[in-house]
């Protein structure tokens, strides 16, 4: 049986459609990231999970069971948000333990219970702090202890990385990770950061315009994405023509930027380009490559070694192959 289900949901605000027949499902464990512009619907059906908003159509099922209808004080989840929101006038430890019903823990079990959740999340010495004493980074885990807390069967993650500096997020994803890994917990975390979802997800959701796009996991998204749209946000992509196939249907031949190499002369299907720009990026170079024959841009990553070995410059005519083998085609267009 599945954890959670999403069945065909469809969610309009007044004439605007935000979510039109989403289905995916989550097995118990799990790392789903819901990934996709904005506006493309992420935190609507983030919030139709809580039940916090209801779909005009579909149903959300919990162990098979359909909560469609049901209020979020009986759905069993933790819940982050972007914004930490936590209480100014309370400590840490209190925040953690705010939503520790009085009547069903004594107050030296709530103490314990967040003492134990900010040890989880590494600010057992923080305990006393209030938020205003605490790093964007460092409050993120308070919240993150206190969705925990109440050990709930699922966790929902409303891009909880986005506001942190870029140094705090990398460090804060591989701690979610060990720690949803740790706990066990099913969790559904928005983004709309690619490099966010494919380096935390077991499987990722990605979605555009209300719709799902494609589900996988991070290397089948990232090496056969089903559309144009999913391999341009998952990475870059180059388009590089098109083909008939037998059935009389056109085929968009792509390839990534990883896989085109560059050489000094021409060689059996290369291409003449000339050199447009070089972006240095420290593990390796994006090149931009023109064709020579026609007007049309080309990005080739080179890594710095190789480069080092074989240096080309801006304006330089060099010579691009496509490594065969990893071209992309997309169909049915
Ligand atoms: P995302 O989280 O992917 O950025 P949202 O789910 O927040 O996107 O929003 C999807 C679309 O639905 C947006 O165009 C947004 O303006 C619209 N929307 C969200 N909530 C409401 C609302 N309560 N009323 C009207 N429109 C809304
Ligand atoms: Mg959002």
Do not use: W
């Amino acid at each position: 049986m599945k954890h959670l289900a999403v069945e065909q949901i469809t969610k309009t605000f007044q004439d605007f459609t935000a979510l039109k027949d989403i289905s995916f499902s989550i097995e118990k464990g799990e790392f789903i990231c819901l990934l996709g512009p904005s506006g493309c619907g992420k935190t609507t059906l983030l919030r139709i999970l809580a039940g916090l908003e209801r779909p005009n159509k579909g149903s959300v099922l919990m162990n098979g069971r359909d909560m469609t209808h049901l209020p979020p004080a009986e759905r069993n989840f933790g819940i982050v948000f972007q914004s930490y929101a936590l209480f100014p006038n309370l400590t840490a430890a209190q925040n953690v333990a705010y939503g520790l019903n009085p009547k069903q823990f004594s107050k030296r079990e709530r103490k314990e219970k967040a003492l134990n959740n900010l040890t989880l999340v590494n600010l057992e010495n923080m305990a006393d702090r209030y938020p205003a004493q605490l790093s964007g980074g460092q409050q993120q885990r308070v919240a993150l202890a206190r969705a925990l807390a109440m050990n709930p069967e699922f966790l929902l993650l409303d891009e909880p990385l986005s506001a942190l500096d870029a140094q705090v997020r990398i460090q804060l994803r591989n701690e979610i990770k060990r720690l949803q890994k740790q706990v066990g917990i099913t969790t559904v975390m928005v983004t709309h950061d690619q490099e966010e979802a494919l380096s935390m997800a077991d499987r990722m959701i990605v979605m555009n315009n209300a719709k799902v796009e494609q589900a996988g996991t991070p290397q089948d998204i990232y090496d056969r994405p089903s559309s144009p749209f999913v391999a341009d946000f998952i990475g870059t992509i180059n388009f590089v023509g098109d083909q008939l196939i037998p059935n009389g249907a056109k085929e968009d031949i792509a390839v990534r930027p990883e896989h085109v190499t560059v050489h000094p002369l021409p060689a059996d299907s290369t291409l003449p380009t000339r050199v447009e720009s070089l972006e240095y990026r420290g593990s390796s170079y994006r090149v931009v490559l023109k064709q020579t024959t026609r007007d049309h841009v080309l990005y080739a990553d080179i890594d710095t070694d190789t480069f080092k070995k074989q240096p080309i410059t801006v304006g330089e005519v060099v010579y691009a192959e496509l490594q065969e083998d990893k071209v992309i085609f997309f169909h049915g267009r």
